[in-house]
């Protein structure tokens, strides 16, 4: 894999990195490029960055879906975000080297991996790069506000569809979607562990919303049917 992906990425556009490497392949970046970017790929399940962990990148998914994490010392996990191409693990590590949580591949994923050292630099010359990292800042605060209500707050069936209205929106962001179908690669474990349910708890109110005809997950497709009342039941507003 090489740099010829963030070519035809169609994230490109989009994010920090639209920033970093121009927003289209004619731009060119403000920055060396030689040395300053690797990449690499993982299998599903494999462990890509561990809490405490210590690196000189920042890295952002170029393909494929991964999530971070915190885990506890007795094995139980809450996911804290799904990752999709363009997303950044998280703009701590933008200032932090050493990782606060856990990344694990979802599904084959490319990562990109910027150093953090030609990134500060850039900040320092290029008012568009510190507001693409502002802007990420932002976006992930209030990621973190809703998260925090929703588990908080919200019922059973209102975790599970908040959540889904999340997904939904950063697929449609990513990619076309018809007739009311997401591609959403995840198990009833990896719902459960986002939205602090057991999987049995998130089998039956995925049974419970196909029985009224709100939605059906089934081989990693999501088909929304009545798209009005999922918002009603998970929306925060």
Known sequence: MNASLCVTCPNRQSGLCGKLLGSSPEEVAPA?????????????????????????????????????????????RQILQ???????????????????????????????GFAR??????????????????????DECQDATELAT???QFSAEERIAHLLLQLMSRVAARSVVRDGRYSLPLR????????????????????????????ALSDGVLQVFNA?????????A
């Open 82 to 112: 799904f990752l999709l191409p363009g997303d950044i693990f998280s703009t701590i590590t933008i200032f932090d080297e050493t990782f606060h949580f856990s990344v694990k591949a979802l599904t084959e994923v490319q990562i990109s």
């Open 117 to 138: 050292s030609k990134i500060h630099e850039m900040c320092a010359t290029d008012s568009g790069v510190r507001w693409a990292v502002a802007k990420s800042c932002i």
């Open 228 to 236: 009005s009342e999922l918002e009603r039941i998970g929306s925060v």
């Open 150 to 152: 929703a588990l908080g």
């Open 188 to 215: 009833q474990q990896h719902i459960a562990d986002a939205v602090g349910l057991t999987p049995v708890h998130v089998s039956r109110v995925f049974s419970a919303f196909r029985d009224r005809g709100v939605l």
């Open 32 to 76: 060396p490029k030689q040395g300053w970017q690797r990449f690499f790929a993982a299998r599903p399940g494999q462990q890509i960055a561990a809490r405490n962990q210590i690196s000189g990148d920042i890295f952002v998914v170029c393909t494929g879906w991964a999530f971070r994490y915190f885990q506890l010392a007795d094995g139980r």
